[in-house]
């Protein structure tokens, strides 16, 4: 069984970092990309970032571009996401994601709520 | 970026009574190799969402036959023939053709 398993988020100050971690289990997690997605307060969800099987291609969000960065350990079945520069609008429960192409997002973790606030 | 437009925001279904969503695109979802690759999720209160309906009509599988999925181009549906009291959550609509992007989202709750 595919499991997605977050971990990281928290409450944390404007200008602030965390660092999520997903663990994955019951798939090759080398395999495949892997995407954040975020769902805001207001209930929508926003693709955050992704990256490819060996973690030589990235890609962003805008709004997140130069704060946040994506990385993957295959040794570890690990995705991570170090997100810097927190702003009050990153608030928002992170999933962690399996795409099996073109942002086909076939398995979802449980979230980690990250909260930006003074 | 292409922008998902999900309709209606909100909608009260009796139970047993069929419902349906609508999702268009601000351009066609049609890939250069053909395929479209429109996506639905379903998320119940408290639980993350979770994949239905893939490349447009293909139910997943444990999903009820009671869903399914249609369109074309920039304007699909996804129709619920008699709604369960399960059923109730957010649905949403994700096309992966170009830089993903998620409809806004319609609350399906009962009457």
């Known amino acids: 069984e595919v499991q997605l398993v977050e971990s990281g988020g928290g409450l944390v100050q404007p200008g602030g970092s965390l660092r999520l971690s997903c663990a994955a289990s019951g798939f090759t997690f080398r395999n495949f990309w892997m995407t954040w997605v975020r769902q805001t307060p207001g209930e929508g969800l926003e693709f955050v970032a992704n990256i490819n099987e060996d973690g030589s291609q990235k890609y962003y969000v805008d709004s997140v571009k130069g704060r946040f960065t994506i990385s993957r350990d295959n040794a570890k079945n690990s995705l991570y996401l170090q997100m810097d520069s927190l702003r009050v609008e990153d608030t928002a429960v992170y999933y962690c994601v399996r795409d099996v192409g073109y942002q086909d997002y076939d398995a979802w973790g449980q979230g980690t709520q990250v909260t930006v606030s003074s | 970026d292409v922008v998902m437009t999900q309709s209606p925001l909100s909608l009260p279904v009796t139970l047993g009574q069929p419902a349906s969503i609508s999702c268009r695109s601000s351009?066609?979802?049609?890939?250069?190799?053909?395929?479209?690759?429109l996506y639905w999720f379903q998320k119940r209160p408290g639980q993350s969402p979770r994949r239905l309906i893939y490349?447009?009509?293909n139910r997943d599988s444990g999903v009820p036959d009671r869903f399914s999925g249609s369109g074309s181009g920039t304007d699909f549906t996804l129709k619920i023939s008699r709604v369960e009291a399960e059923d109730v959550g957010i649905y949403y609509c994700l096309q992966g053709t170009h830089w993903p992007t998620f409809g806004g989202g319609t609350k399906v709750e009962i009457k």
């Open positions: 490349r447009v009509s």
């Open positions: 351009q066609s979802l049609v890939h250069s190799n053909g395929n479209t690759y």
